[in-house]
Nanobody
Framework: QVQVHESGGGSVQTGGSLRLSCTAS??????????LTWFRQAPGKEREGVAS???????YYLGAVRDRFTISQDNAKDTLSLQMNSLKPEDSGLYYC??????????????????WGQGTQVTVSS
C-alpha cells in the first residue's frame, strides 16, 4: 500500500504563486515508474487532471495551465511538486496528488489512478 500526502495549499490573490508538494510513503516499489499527476476539484465540478509526469523530463499539462504551472519530482526525496504561477480565481479548488505504478492511457483521467492523497486547498481571490 502507498500513502500519498499533499501540502502547500493556501490563499493568494490573482497573479500570485503557490508551490504544492506531495510525498509518498509505504510500499513504493522502485521497480515501477509511477505515473504521478496533480488533479483539482472545484465545488460542483468534476475532478480534472492538471499536470502529470512519469520520468524526469516527461511532463503533460492541461491546456489551461501549461504556461503557468510546472510539475517536477525529486526521486531522492520521493517528492512531487507543482509550482503554480500567475494564479487565477478559476484555479481555486482542492488539489490532489495521485499515483499509479505504471503507464496509463489517459494521463489526466482520474479513473486511471489508484493512490490518492486527501487534498490541499488552493484559493485565489480576485
Amino acid at each position: 500500500q502507498v500513502q500519498v500526502h499533499e501540502s502547500g495549499g493556501g490563499s493568494v490573490q490573482t497573479g500570485g504563486s503557490l508551490r504544492l508538494s506531495c510525498t509518498a510513503s509505504g510500499n513504493t516499489d522502485s521497480r515501477y515508474h509511477y505515473c504521478l499527476t496533480w488533479f483539482r476539484q472545484a465545488p460542483g465540478k468534476e475532478r480534472e487532471g492538471v499536470a502529470s509526469t512519469t520520468t524526469p523530463g516527461d511532463t503533460y499539462y492541461l491546456g489551461a495551465v501549461r504556461d503557468r504551472f510546472t510539475i517536477s519530482q525529486d526521486n531522492a526525496k520521493d517528492t512531487l511538486s507543482l509550482q503554480m504561477n500567475s494564479l487565477k480565481p478559476e484555479d481555486s479548488g482542492l488539489y490532489y496528488c495521485a499515483a499509479y505504478p505504471g503507464p496509463v492511457t489517459q494521463r489526466l483521467a482520474a479513473w486511471e489512478y489508484n493512490y490518492w492523497g486527501q487534498g490541499t486547498q488552493v484559493t485565489v481571490s480576485s
